[in-house]
């Protein structure tokens, strides 16, 4: 166990996102960004986590519930003022701080880890994470002695021509120790045009002291980049779910055509999986081995297990057994389980309904509340009849019973192991096993009637 806690701060309303939702929830690669802030301070360690909230500080309290500690920052004070929240957190640690901001989706928990260990190993009293940016203009510069040590972090308006000419940046993200963190924060002041407290000030306090203040460059500036607009916020979506991508296909899955594929950050994905275009799989999904999924295709919170084949479909919060077919144009609804084996055939909805092993829905079909055994056949245009007005009743379909076209299955009702359900039947009474059940209407036919409605 490491002795990290992180800070992460997620005060803020972010006026440029033009929304009634807090910034930091708005989501990136199928989390909200300070979710993807929170699973990589996790990684890289961090045992304890303490979210500064403000705007919206339920709904992001509500967001990441479970996960971490909460300190309340009422007004949006500066860096340094909403560290400070964390006071009570701080007096009773004993270790290394990281303070993360909750705008920054693309951090990795990789990046962090290196961080955190190039702190340690540099016995500093803080580390300051920099980046090279192509064009550093607005970003505040970090300046370096010969021996690498940080001297000062200078804002940009601030800066001289010889100090603009360096692009190394602050991110804004740091690793202090926590007893020089606590008694740098009662030397800030807001003592500035801004009235603020700025925790780049804690930087200058700890090098007046003389304490050691190193840096630690990203290799790569797009991981520390902040999103304050929506066309940031697309811009992060697409390098996030491109990093998603190239992960799985180095793992083995075959991706077709990246540029029109869309892969969540948690999702798992088995090798020899082929993804086609234009399909979406999300939340937590996971695939197996041998999988071809799409193309148009939408597949979220499932489970899928090996040799399926699922294409033009839309599947949510379902579980899908091995060597299944779904596809084309099915919609598979919540609480759908589908055995090993099974078939499910073009235009056909299942809803909160278990179809045993090789039993096939080929066609034209609405299967809902049912438990249907294994071995079935199901005609075109069979519907189980679930609700009647106020309730949802259950259909039973036992083993290896046929139901033939054009079937209403009106609930709750049972069809017994071995059974026959004529096409066209209505079936309101339960058919026992190994019967035949018909309901319609037997056909009369009128002589010379068409030819009298001609004449």
């Known amino acids: 166990m490491s ?44 045992d304890k986590n303490v979210v500064i909230i403000g705007f919206g500080a339920q709904a992001v309290a509500d967001a990441l519930a479970g996960q971490a500690e909460f300190a309340v920052q009422t007004e949006q ?3 340094g003022h909403a560290v400070m ?12 701080v990281m303070v993360l901001c909750g705008d920054t989706p693309l951090l ?22 920099t980046a090279i940016m192509p064009d550093p203009a607005g970003y505040g510069r970090v300046i370096r002695n010969p021996a690498g040590q940080v001297v000062k972090i200078v804002e940009h308006k601030d800066a001289s021509l010889v100090e603009l000419a360096v692009s190394e940046i602050n991110t804004g993200i740091y690793c202090f120790e926590a007893k020089e ?20 000030d804690v930087v200058a306090i700890l090098n007046s002291q003389g304490q050691k203040v190193w840096a630690v460059k990203a290799p790569d500036y797009h991981e520390t980049l902040g999103i304050n607009s929506r ?12 990093r998603k991508l190239d992960l799985l296909m180095e793992s083995g899955v075959t991706i077709m055509d990246p540029n029109s594929t869309f892969i ?44 399926v084949t699922i294409h033009f479909t839309y599947a949510h919060d379902c579980t899908i057994g091995d060597q299944v077919t779904v596809g084309p144009y099915v919609h598979l609804r919540p609480q759908t389980e589908l055995k090993n084996g099974v078939k499910i055939g073009n235009f056909v909805e299942v809803k909160n309904t278990v179809v045993g092993e090789k039993s096939k829905i080929p066609h034209l079909s609405y299967i809902g509340d049912t438990d249907m055994g294994a071995g079935v056949n199901i005609g075109s245009g069979t519907i189980t009849v679930n609700y009647d007005g106020k309730n949802k009743n259950r259909t039973t379909i036992e083993d290896q019973a046929f139901i033939g076209c054009n079937t209403n299955l009106v609930a709750p009702v049972t069809v017994g192991h071995g059974s026959y359900v004529a096409a066209g039947s209505t079936i309101t009474k339960n058919v026992p096993p190994g019967s035949l059940g018909v309901a319609r209407a037997r056909q009369n036919n009128i002589e010379g009637w068409a030819e009298k409605q001609r004449r």
């Open 77 to 79: 004070l500066g860096t």
């Open 3 to 46: 002795n990290l806690m992180a800070i992460i701060l997620a005060a803020g309303k972010g006026t440029r996102m033009k929304s009634a939702l807090p910034k930091v929830l708005h989501q990136v690669g199928g989390k909200p960004m300070v979710q993807q802030v929170l699973d990589a301070a996790k990684f890289a360690g961090a």
């Open 231 to 242: 066309v940031q916020l697309a811009e992060a979506e697409q390098l996030i779910r491109r």
């Open 264 to 307: 969540d950050s948690q999702v798992e994905i088995g090798p020899d999986t082929i993804i086609y275009p234009f399909t979406w799989i999300e939340g937590n999904t996971k695939i197996g081995t041998n999988v071809a999924i799409g193309p148009n295709s939408r597949i979220t919170n499932t489970v899928i297990g090996d040799n």
């Open 108 to 129: 990795t928990g990789e990046l962090l880890r290196t961080l955190y260990t190039e702190h340690a190993n540099a016995q500093a009293a803080a580390t300051v994470l």
């Open 85 to 96: 929240q964390a006071r009570k957190e701080l007096a009773d640690f004993d270790g290394t």
């Open 181 to 200: 963190l606590l008694q740098a924060l009662d030397g800030l002041t807001c003592n500035n045009a801004q009235g603020e407290y700025y925790l780049t």
